[in-house]
């Protein structure tokens, strides 16, 4: 018995070992030099794998110890069922220097012995770490899969190792999912696991077990940080993607585009082409900013514009010498006494003649295209009445931190003033709309654009970064704490908003400087709010959702009503009876058409139409609630008519997010954006964070006015499993309601708690994929230009908002 072969992976070393005759089972003991235990595997090589170790060895039986790195040397004794006995040592740095020259001179050895163990066969038992996620400052979150042959229901054991196996770390962990899953190999459990361990802890061991079987996964310092940048990448989102500026450069028009433009605007859009106005007021610019804004006017491609130039300077040395020095009779300065931002803007308006006035501050830059990407949408949408654009920042000359923003949406702008630049309306608008006052100065394009968004006939998201907002010491763009009064004046903007629309709120602070929070009146006697829960067994997780729901819950008119599916379980009919001594609870019983049918959609309309309230509210049994006033969150949303139905935050159980908004990718799939981000954490434009809208919400927390439910015929028995709540929503959608997500209603979520996960279940999947189909054929309009709610300039594959790498 000899050590042929050593090489190290994925935080595991490993020693591969040859027997001089074949034995059915190999034993390995593994301790460290101070006598600590250290957990491992042996596994046989299998066909093909032999050949080439043993080609390497020359002949023999082979066999791999698999053991974790850890930070100190480890000592194995082997023994073979014959008798056959050896030892070894295996290295901390010493088998680092040896996998390396194992790769550079075996490579197909290095190969066959590195990841053996998850290769191996569904007899054994295996676990990986498979990703890592930041809880505030201090606590790492660690995903791990375990796979287990099936072994009866007892629950799992989780500890977590030092470096060097001295000692047991102490960790919070949650079994996220336990699933059995069947298929032609047999049958496995399949779990995942939540692990919070120190942020600044990245060499450890991990060793689950079940009954009498163990696995175990190790994390080393290299592999740490491989996974910590995976996760840093997603959480940086396209704000902070380093290959930016030459993405932008890839994606900006040319210098042909933009001369066939110039040559070629009055064909291109008609008799009809609009005169833009841009309003710029001018206080003290140095003149370097205001020379680099005018100029970038001046090399607009379309030309039918005027620049209405509000100089508030007085006296200025560097305004006076770039204000002297223009020479086009587009540009009019119109000289004014200072008095507020909104003031001074409301004397450029007075001053505009164009068929649309835009508004740019006067140390800003725009791109060559700017006007006439948006006089192109003009031509082709006469009823237009705001524009807004894409956006970065400019500091020191280089661009960086693009905002790519949402469609029109009134939720998140009752969050923040997610428009800015390049904000431009019609004289229509500007003919129905009162000018702003001096106490909303320094947030007038705010109040202008809530005005404009309660009059506009159409508004219209341009896509391309055509603005770049300038960063430096006083600008607002270089820090929320730059203008304290323009955060005041918002507030002040919003109340009115509100006010005129004839919602009765409040508007607090949100978590940062310029965003808020809306609180919405219910009135004296709020709606009742029916919560349909349906349920088969788990008893253990309804009891907690029903408890939860009706002890801490303050919402002060609400139903429970369970709709009943299929239990067998003798506790579960014992709790139903228990739930039924408040009397704001009943349960109700769905029957299948046939035996073991389980149609989701049925189940669901069934409780609608069993339940009393105006307010339907969707609730998976394996949710909680976290916050008193969730429901009142949702209700409150609903109190704006535009809205039909409206979604939860909700976290897993170690409190990351498991829902924040769902899109459709370009797969056609419903994927739920923001997922594992920190319970507190904002998101990509705030997506997480602050509430705004999304073409779906899911169904485990989904609330519906009642009239809208009937309107639209409840949810689609067609899909009995999968996409019903996504499907329905995008028929609020096609019906013209906004589906909106709030942040501020939260609640905890067992997902898959009770149904299994559609990807490690062969019969599942095939479900999956037919419903899939059938949803891709009712939205085809949907699914053929893509989700909305995803800038085109962003990945659709990613779940973080991420800038989308492809061809110009």
Same mark, same amino acid.
């Given at each position: 018995?000899? @050590?042929?072969?050593?090489?190290?992976?994925? =935080?595991?070393?490993?020693?591969?070992?040859?027997?001089?005759?074949?034995? %059915?089972?190999?034993?390995?003991?593994?301790?460290?030099?101070?006598?600590?235990?250290?957990?491992?595997?042996?596994?046989?090589?299998?066909?093909?794998?032999?050949?080439?170790?043993?080609?390497?060895?020359? &002949?023999?039986?082979?066999?791999?110890?698999?053991?974790?790195?850890?930070?100190?040397?480890?000592?194995?004794?082997?023994?073979?069922?014959?008798?056959?006995?050896?030892?070894?040592?295996?290295?901390?740095?010493?088998?680092?220097?040896?996998? $390396?020259?194992?790769?550079?001179?075996?490579?197909?050895?290095?190969?066959?012995?590195? /990841?053996?163990?998850?290769?191996?066969? %569904?007899?054994?038992?295996?676990?990986?770490?498979?990703?890592?996620?930041?809880?505030?400052?201090?606590?790492?979150?660690?995903?791990?899969?375990?796979?287990?042959?099936?072994?009866?229901?007892?629950?799992?054991?989780?500890?977590?190792?030092?470096?060097?196996?001295?000692?047991?770390?102490?960790?919070?962990?949650?079994?996220?999912?336990?699933?059995?899953?069947?298929?032609?190999?047999?049958? $496995?459990?399949?779990?995942?696991?939540?692990?919070?361990?120190?942020?600044?802890? !990245?060499?450890?061991?991990?060793?689950?077990?079940?009954?009498?079987?163990?696995?175990?996964?190790?994390?080393?310092?290299?592999?740490?940080?491989?996974?910590?940048?995976?996760?840093?990448?997603?959480?940086?989102?396209?704000?902070?993607?380093?290959?930016?500026?030459?993405?932008?450069?890839?994606?900006?028009?040319?210098?042909?585009?933009?001369?066939?433009?110039?040559?070629?605007?009055?064909?291109?859009?008609?008799?009809?082409?609009?005169?833009?106005?841009?309003?710029?007021?001018?206080?003290?610019?140095?003149?370097?900013?205001?020379?680099?804004?005018?100029?970038?006017?001046?090399?607009?491609?379309?030309?039918?514009?005027?620049?209405?130039?509000?100089?508030?300077?007085?006296?200025?040395?560097?305004?006076?010498?770039?204000?002297?020095?223009?020479?086009?009779?587009?540009?009019?300065?119109?000289?004014?006494?200072?008095?507020?931002?909104?003031?001074?803007?409301?004397?450029?308006?007075?001053?505009?003649?164009?068929?649309?006035?835009?508004?740019?501050?006067?140390?800003?830059?725009?791109?060559?295209?700017?006007?006439?990407?948006?006089?192109?949408?003009?031509?082709?949408?006469?009823?237009?009445?705001?524009?807004?654009?894409?956006?970065?920042?400019?500091?020191?000359?280089?661009?960086?931190?693009?905002?790519?923003?949402?469609?029109?949406?009134?939720?998140?702008?009752?969050?923040?003033?997610?428009?800015?630049?390049?904000?431009?309306?019609?004289?229509?608008?500007?003919?129905?709309?009162?000018?702003?006052?001096?106490?909303?100065?320094?947030?007038?394009?705010?109040?202008?654009?809530?005005?404009?968004?309660?009059?506009?006939?159409?508004?219209?998201?341009?896509?391309?970064?055509?603005?770049?907002?300038?960063?430096?010491?006083?600008?607002?763009?270089?820090? =929320?704490?730059? #203008?304290?009064?323009?955060?005041?004046?918002?507030?002040?903007?919003?109340?009115?908003?509100?006010? *005129?629309?004839?919602?009765?709120?409040?508007? /607090?602070?949100?978590?940062?400087?310029?965003?808020?929070?809306?609180?919405?009146?219910?009135?004296?006697?709020?709606?009742?709010?029916?919560?349909?829960?349906?349920?088969?067994?788990?008893?253990?997780?309804?009891?907690?959702? &029903?408890?939860?729901?009706?002890?801490?819950?303050?919402?002060?008119?609400?139903?429970?009503?369970?709709?009943?599916?299929?239990?067998?379980?003798?506790?579960?009919?014992?709790?139903?009876?228990?739930?039924?001594?408040?009397?704001?609870?009943?349960?109700?019983?769905?029957?299948?058409?046939?035996?073991?049918?389980?149609?989701?959609?049925?189940?669901?309309?069934?409780?609608?139409?069993?339940?009393?309230?105006?307010?339907?509210?969707?609730?998976?049994?394996?949710?909680?609630?976290?916050?008193?006033?969730?429901?009142?969150?949702?209700?409150?949303?609903?109190?704006?008519?535009?809205?039909?139905?409206?979604?939860?935050?909700?976290?897993?159980?170690?409190?990351?997010?498991?829902?924040?908004?769902?899109?459709?990718?370009?797969?056609?799939?419903?994927?739920?954006?923001?997922?594992?981000?920190?319970?507190?954490?904002?998101?990509?434009?705030?997506?997480? =964070?602050?509430?705004?809208?999304?073409?779906?919400?899911?169904?485990? @927390?989904?609330?519906?006015?009642?009239?809208?439910?009937?309107?639209?015929?409840?949810?689609?028995?067609?899909?009995?499993?999968?996409?019903?709540?996504? !499907?329905?929503?995008?028929?609020? *959608?096609?019906?013209?309601?906004?589906?909106?997500?709030?942040?501020?209603?939260?609640?905890?979520? *067992?997902?898959?708690?009770?149904?299994?996960?559609?990807?490690?279940?062969?019969?599942?999947?095939?479900?999956?994929?037919?419903?899939?189909?059938?949803?891709?054929? #009712?939205?085809?309009?949907?699914?053929?230009?893509?989700?909305?709610?995803?800038?085109?300039?962003?990945?659709?594959?990613?779940?973080?908002?991420?800038?989308?790498?492809?061809?110009?």
């Amino acid at each position: 018995m000899r @050590c042929v072969a050593m090489c190290r992976g994925l =935080g595991v070393g490993y020693a591969c070992v040859l027997l001089d005759r074949p034995a %059915g089972m190999l034993e390995a003991r593994v301790s460290t030099h101070a006598g600590d235990e250290v957990p491992s595997r042996c596994l046989p090589v299998g066909p093909g794998v032999r050949e080439t170790l043993c080609h390497h060895a020359a &002949a023999g039986c082979v066999w791999v110890v698999v053991l974790p790195l850890l930070s100190t040397d480890c000592d194995i004794a082997l023994e073979s069922p014959s008798g056959e006995k050896g030892r070894l040592r295996f290295s901390a740095r010493g088998s680092k220097l040896q996998s $390396r020259l194992l790769t550079l001179r075996h490579p197909q050895v290095a190969s066959a012995i590195r /990841g053996i163990e998850r290769r191996a066969s %569904g007899a054994t038992a295996s676990l990986s770490v498979r990703e890592v996620w930041p809880k505030g400052d201090d606590v790492a979150v660690w995903r791990l899969g375990a796979t287990f042959p099936e072994e009866g229901a007892s629950g799992p054991e989780l500890e977590v190792l030092s470096s060097d196996a001295s000692r047991q770390v102490h960790a919070r962990w949650h079994l996220l999912e336990d699933q059995l899953v069947r298929d032609a190999v047999g049958s $496995r459990r399949v779990m995942s696991f939540s692990l919070e361990l120190p942020r600044n802890l !990245d060499h450890f061991c991990v060793v689950v077990r079940v009954g009498e079987r163990s696995c175990f996964a190790g994390m080393h310092p290299n592999v740490a940080t491989s996974h910590w940048a995976r996760t840093n990448e997603r959480l940086g989102a396209a704000y902070a993607d380093p290959a930016y500026e030459r993405w932008f450069e890839a994606h900006r028009a040319t210098d042909a585009e933009l001369g066939r433009q110039r040559r070629d605007w009055r064909d291109s859009l008609g008799p009809d082409a609009p005169l833009v106005s841009l309003v710029m007021p001018v206080y003290r610019t140095p003149a370097s900013f205001l020379s680099e804004a005018v100029g970038s006017v001046l090399a607009q491609s379309y030309p039918n514009w005027e620049l209405v130039l509000v100089n508030a300077s007085g006296p200025c040395d560097s305004v006076d010498q770039v204000l002297g020095a223009i020479d086009d009779p587009r540009i009019k300065v119109v000289e004014v006494e200072n008095r507020s931002i909104a003031e001074n803007t409301n004397a450029g308006i007075a001053a505009a003649t164009g068929d649309y006035v835009g508004f740019m501050d006067h140390d800003d830059v725009l791109e060559g295209d700017c006007l006439w990407c948006y006089a192109q949408e003009v031509a082709s949408n006469p009823e237009v009445d705001l524009l807004y654009c894409d956006e970065d920042r400019l500091r020191d000359g280089h661009l960086h931190g693009p905002a790519f923003k949402s469609p029109p949406s009134l939720t998140k702008l009752h969050g923040h003033n997610y428009v800015t630049h390049l904000l431009m309306v019609s004289r229509r608008v500007l003919d129905l709309t009162e000018r702003s006052g001096a106490d909303v100065a320094g947030a007038q394009d705010f109040d202008l654009t809530l005005k404009a968004f309660e009059v506009a006939r159409d508004v219209v998201r341009v896509p391309r970064v055509l603005y770049h907002w300038r960063e430096h010491g006083g600008s607002t763009a270089g820090g =929320g704490d730059q #203008k304290p009064y323009a955060h005041v004046a918002g507030r002040i903007a919003l109340e009115r908003h509100l006010a *005129r629309r004839g919602l009765v709120a409040s508007v /607090g602070d949100g978590p940062l400087p310029y965003t808020y929070r809306v609180r919405y009146d219910l009135g004296e006697e709020p709606p009742l709010v029916s919560v349909i829960v349906p349920n088969r067994d788990h008893a253990g997780l309804l009891g907690r959702c &029903a408890r939860s729901l009706l002890d801490r819950t303050d919402y002060p008119r609400l139903e429970l009503v369970v709709v009943e599916n299929g239990s067998c379980d003798q506790e579960t009919f014992d709790l139903y009876e228990s739930l039924r001594q408040d009397p704001r609870v009943r349960v109700v019983s769905w029957q299948p058409r046939h035996e073991g049918e389980f149609n989701y959609s049925a189940i669901v309309n069934l409780g609608a139409s069993h339940a009393l309230g105006d307010v339907l509210l969707f609730l998976n049994n394996d949710t909680e609630v976290i916050d008193p006033s969730w429901m009142s969150e949702l209700v409150g949303e609903l109190r704006r008519p535009e809205v039909g139905v409206v979604g939860a935050k909700l976290l897993y159980e170690d409190d990351l997010v498991q829902h924040a908004g769902m899109v459709a990718n370009a797969n056609c799939d419903f994927a739920h954006v923001n997922q594992n981000l920190a319970a507190d954490a904002l998101g990509y434009g705030y997506s997480a =964070g602050l509430p705004g809208d999304f073409s779906m919400v899911t169904g485990a @927390c989904q609330a519906v006015r009642r009239e809208v439910f009937d309107e639209l015929g409840g949810y689609d028995e067609e899909l009995a499993v999968g996409f019903n709540d996504g !499907d329905f929503c995008l028929r609020a *959608r096609e019906a013209g309601y906004v589906v909106a997500y709030t942040p501020y209603a939260c609640l905890r979520h *067992r997902e898959f708690s009770s149904r299994g996960r559609e990807s490690v279940d062969v019969g599942m999947r095939q479900r999956y994929l037919s419903e899939k189909a059938l949803v891709v054929r #009712k939205h085809p309009g949907f699914f053929a230009k893509g989700d909305p709610a995803v800038d085109p300039n962003l990945d659709s594959f990613s779940d973080y908002f991420q800038l989308r790498h492809d061809e110009a």
